[in-house]
């Protein structure tokens, strides 16, 4: 899919956007190397695991989170996530990232890996999802914007 499809694809996100695991540090670098625009409404979360809250050592208090939620249980209803966005979220945790997000997406809902691991790929295809966006910017990290193609 070129970059253009992936924007309108993302501009059809009307709904809840979520960022799990933030805020981070550096921002979407990958999203805004690429040229692409993120919805202004994104609700910021952290996750309530201690040993991942807070990854980079910061103090809390400076950057705005609104709301710390459970990855292992994602609290929203079923379909009703237009886009799922990660940056920051500890390796060992994606595959219950990707669980979680197939159930909380709606069909067509985009989840948007950065970081994302060479295992991530088959966990996404097992979950339903499929690959919209596949880069790897200035060598640095690899990042794959994937959609939801049917209910799990």
Not at 41 to 62: A, H, M, R, Y
Not at 106 to 118: A, C, D, H, W, Y
Not at 121 to 137: M, R, V, Y
């Amino acid at each position: 899919m070129d970059i253009r499809s992936v924007q309108a694809a993302i501009n059809n996100c009307k709904g809840l956007c979520v960022e799990i695991g933030g805020p981070t540090p550096h921002g979407y670098e990958f999203i805004r190397e690429l040229g692409l625009t993120l919805p202004a409404n994104i609700l910021v979360t952290n996750i309530s695991n201690p040993v991942t809250l807070n990854p980079f050592g910061e103090n809390p208090e400076q950057h705005h989170v609104d709301a710390v939620i459970d990855i292992q249980h994602l609290p929203y209803k079923k379909g009703s996530v237009d886009m799922i966005i990660t940056s920051s979220l500890p390796h060992k945790l994606h595959k219950t990232l990707l669980t979680e997000s197939a159930k909380v997406l709606r069909e067509s809902g985009l989840l948007v890996i950065e970081n994302e691991q060479p295992e991530d790929k088959e966990l996404a295809n097992q979950s339903n999802f499929e690959p919209l966006l596949d880069t790897k910017i200035a060598n640095r990290f690899h990042s794959q914007i994937y959609q939801l193609v049917g209910i799990a």
